[in-house]
């Protein structure tokens, strides 16, 4: 019975120790490891929109491979308090002290109302963070105090953000074009509202947003123009100007916020994994969801291994990764 007993136990053992191999051999860890870079990416991008409360996208290049995580950041802010153009940058800047005003939005404002040729420049053009490449956002409080229109700013003067007549509003930026694999000036892309969107002597917020998708023009948070555009943003190479010195801006501006499209994680996958179908970027609103607007459906990455199996990514409208 012993005999018998030690050859049964034998023969269990074999079979849970085989079963178990067979197991463990299945298992492949570069697997497991190439979708969590890529979860990790995405989950990177949606985080940081939560975080931050505003747009964040990843872009994918199935070709070669990498996902890169791009965020809104801000590289500087503007209150014009204490007669200073202080932006949290230490930038510094040039300004008549005489342009600062007690009434502003919140404290104090710059006013250039029957200030003809003046300005304030700030030399944004020496600070690597203003890289307008793949999208920016201009936040602003405008007053109109003045008759006709003018300008209000302009960035390198590549970006520019204008007053019309009859309460107009129009914004633009200088593209970036490749002609025979080098890069060059393209033309201006222009958004421009209806009448009246700006009221006289009343504080009105403004937006400018491009995200390599759609560049828009929002007054008090509703959009009143766009266009959709792809192109990347031409260098800035100048300095950040209020108002202008030939078109004068007819009323005071406050509570200025520039922020700039930043590279955040990347990832390249091993080459034994492909990306075999994905779209060319996922883009999640501020807060962390899904932009409905780019994924009418969830997205999803799908990964092909070198024998043929899949893995898929998923994410869902609530920004979830699956």
Known sequence: MTLLELILVMFIMAVVLGGG??????????????????????????NTAIARQAPASVSIDAESGTL??????????????????????DLGGQVNRELFVPDGYMGEALSFTERVGEVAAIPVDVDPAFDFTDGFAIECV??????????ALSISDHVRLELGKGGVLR???????????NEQKGGN???????????PEHWTRVRVSYDRREFALAVEGVVVASVQETAPVWAIDGPLVLSDEH?????????????????????VLPDTVRIRSAPAAIHFA?????D???????????????????????????????
């Open 21 to 46: 191999l067979g197991l463990f051999a299945s298992i492949d860890p570069g697997r497991g490891a190439a979708a969590g870079l890529v979860r990790n990416v995405v989950r990177s991008a949606q």
């Open 68 to 89: 890169t995580a791009h965020v809104l950041q801000v590289v500087g802010t503007w209150h014009f308090e204490h007669h200073r153009l202080d932006g949290g940058n």
């Open 142 to 151: 405008l007053r109109h105090e003045g008759v006709g229109g003018g300008r």
């Open 171 to 181: 914004a633009s930026f200088r593209a970036k074009t490749r002609k025979d694999g």
């Open 189 to 199: 892309v222009i958004v421009q509202s209806g009448p009246g969107v700006i009221s």
């Open 247 to 267: 078109r004068t801006f007819p009323g005071s501006i406050d509570n200025l916020v520039i922020s700039a499209v930043q590279s955040d994680t990347a990832a």
């Open 286 to 290: 501020a807060g962390g969801g899904l």
């Open 292 to 322: 409905r607007t780019a994924h009418p459906q969830p997205a999803e990455i799908t990964l092909e291994f070198d024998d043929g199996t899949q893995t898929v990514v998923g994410v869902g409208f609530y920004g979830t990764v699956e």
